[in-house]
């Protein structure tokens, strides 16, 4: 009972329970295969887990199962800090045409991971939670052109997403 005591404050802390007066869109629609791969963490609303992180990345892989692999690292401290990561799995919701998921790091809890805004060439995303809590903006590279950057905080800022939390992350890693 303990075991589950924990896990269970642990899932909340990292999820949290905050709604929001507007739910987020997501995308129409997403191609797991183009969405696979690695991803950098550009820019991101504060979270606990990701407390002091640098280097930060996503990485997605399709499995046999139909479901992903999800591989996310950091670097702690500093951009030479040790690298840390969790290994978890995500399913896609029935009907939404993949845009929204769910991921699990810790059985049997998951969390809702919600691709909000795509790139037609999948060279960025946006990814958030029912609730607006929790943000993150991706890129298929380490910086993101400013223009574009601001664009989407622009655009998030419009759909009532609290820009004002977005902290960018260090990528200097080599």
């Known amino acids: 009972m303990k ?15 905050k709604t929001s007066e507007v739910l987020p869109t997501s995308v129409g629609e997403v191609d797991l295969e183009r969405y696979a791969g690695l991803w950098y963490d550009v820019a991101s609303f504060p979270a606990r887990f990701q407390k002091n ?12 199962k139909g479901t992903v692999e999800v591989y996310n690292t950091c670097r702690k401290g500093g951009a030479e800090g040790k690298e840390s990561g969790i290994r978890g799995k995500a399913f896609a919701v029935n009907g939404s045409h993949n845009t929204k998921l769910k991921v699990q790091f810790f059985w049997p809890f998951r969390a809702d991971y919600w691709i909000v805004k795509l790139d037609k060439d999948y060279q960025w995303a946006v990814v958030s939670t ?4 929790y943000l993150w903006i991706l890129s298929r590279t380490p910086e993101m052109d400013e223009t574009l950057f601001n664009s989407i905080v622009e655009s998030l800022r419009v759909e009532n997403y609290d820009t004002g939390l977005l902290l960018r992350t260090p990528q200097l890693c080599k």
């Open 3 to 17: 075991h589950f005591l924990i896990m269970l404050s642990v899932t909340l802390g990292l999820f949290g329970c």
């Open 130 to 133: 029912p609730g607006k809590n």
């Open 53 to 64: 992180c640098f280097c930060t990345t996503a990485t997605y892989t399709l499995t046999e």
